[in-house]
């Protein structure tokens, strides 16, 4: 019975060495239980929490595009000359959450036709995945919509994660 209880407890005491290990690198905690018999150690698995990098004032998404508020200017060519548009748009998980643009028109007519674009183009941006945005024509304005999905080539760019 002498050799019984010696195996016994040099089971437990490398399954304790063992158990002091693992706590050591922390991936199990020790409860302690009471039984009628005798005392027994009980092993519980933890998982460990995730490290995250915060060094950066972006936010990575899923979407490839970072959050945030970029800003971009695009060009296009009217019959009036070269023209441009600047806009800016603020992405939650790769979706327009915001937009505004302002305008960089020199002639008269595109000036009108920049004003009509600003006053309408929202609808088709906001609330859209970037990657998905490419306008063609607003409010009678196909130029504009040039310049704009130029603006957004740029800031897809900046915006990548």
Do not use: C, W
Request: no cysteine; net charge positive; proline share 2%.
């Amino acid at each position: 019975m002498s050799d019984n209880r010696n195996s016994q407890k040099t089971i437990a005491a490398f399954g304790i060495l063992f158990a002091v290990a693992l706590i050591a690198t922390g991936e199990i905690i020790y409860t302690h239980r009471k039984t009628a018999s005798d005392s027994a150690m009980v092993a519980t698995s933890v998982n460990k929490p995730a490290t995250t990098d915060t060094s950066t004032s972006t936010t990575a998404s899923p979407s490839g595009f970072k959050d945030g508020t970029y800003k971009a200017t695009g060009d296009y060519e009217s019959p009036g000359g070269s023209e441009s548009i600047t806009i800016s748009v603020t992405l939650a998980n790769g979706v327009v959450s915001s937009s505004s643009a302002q305008s960089g028109a020199n002639d008269l007519t595109a000036k009108e036709y920049q004003s009509d674009f600003i006053q309408n183009y929202k609808t088709q941006v906001v609330g859209k995945n970037i990657g998905d945005i490419k306008l063609s024509r607003v409010s009678g304005s196909s130029l504009t919509s040039q310049g704009f999905n130029n603006a957004l080539t740029k800031i897809r760019t900046q915006a990548q994660s």
